[in-house]
């Protein structure tokens, strides 16, 4: 499953949140910043773009917690998705949670095996950020706004480097540094509720794998 194109929308119960982290270059990342992620997500055109813009490498993660299954970039099927999008920044409208507390998310689609892994990387002015993907948790773990909202408080009050997985088992997020002031996190999704491939060790580990590449 590929990730859906979000507006997120879930202002009012969840303002505070926000948006941080750098750009890929050819010497790997730089220090991830709320200003960094804000020009990454800005560049990324409307209808999104056919490579990830933030220095994830899905094959080397997989590699990192023991997975020996296909990995890479994309989803499992070409569909004509984007591979990445982003929200907020630039794009952000009134009333929506990435306005209400200025920040960005970029998402990007990778593969493992035939599980479609979506990573979202979100930032903020305030804390939390990770408030800003309740759509996104409620989605990909199938669970109602209410349960997506416990989680995301959840998220967002553990300690740094704390991984906090969905009851699902297929959604984890994490807090992320960043340098300088604002507020960031990642959220990575597999497959589908109740199917995924992954256990809750794999993809916490995966997640926190992913996290030290960003940062």
Not at 43 to 58: F, N, R, W
Not at 72 to 99: F, Y
Request: a negative charge.
């Amino acid at each position: 499953m590929t990730h859906p194109r979000l507006r997120l929308a879930i202002a009012a119960a969840l303002a505070t949140a926000g948006l941080t982290t750098g750009c890929q270059s050819d010497s790997g990342a730089v220090p991830l910043s709320l200003s960094g992620l804000t020009e990454t997500a800005d560049g990324v055109p409307e209808k999104g773009t056919d490579t990830c813009p933030l220095p994830y490498d899905m094959v080397e993660a997989a590699k990192a917690v023991g997975l020996d299954a296909d990995a890479g970039p994309g989803p499992v099927r070409d569909d004509d998705e984007p591979v990445a999008t982003a929200e907020g920044g630039k794009r952000a409208k009134a009333g929506e949670a990435l306005a209400v507390n200025p920040g960005v998310l970029v998402s990007c689609t990778f593969h493992i095996g035939q599980d479609d892994v979506q990573v979202h990387t979100v930032a903020t002015r305030e804390p939390h950020a990770v408030y800003a993907l309740a759509p996104v948790v409620s989605s990909l773990a199938s669970v109602s706004t209410k349960d997506a909202i416990s989680y995301v408080q959840k998220a967002g009050a553990a300690e740094d480097g704390k991984v906090v997985v969905t009851d699902s088992g297929n959604v984890a997020a994490v807090h992320l540094k960043l340098d300088g002031d604002g507020d960031a996190a990642l959220l990575v999704g597999a497959g589908e509720a109740g199917t995924a491939s992954l256990d809750r060790k794999q993809l916490g580990d995966l997640t926190e794998a992913l996290a030290e590449q960003v940062q």
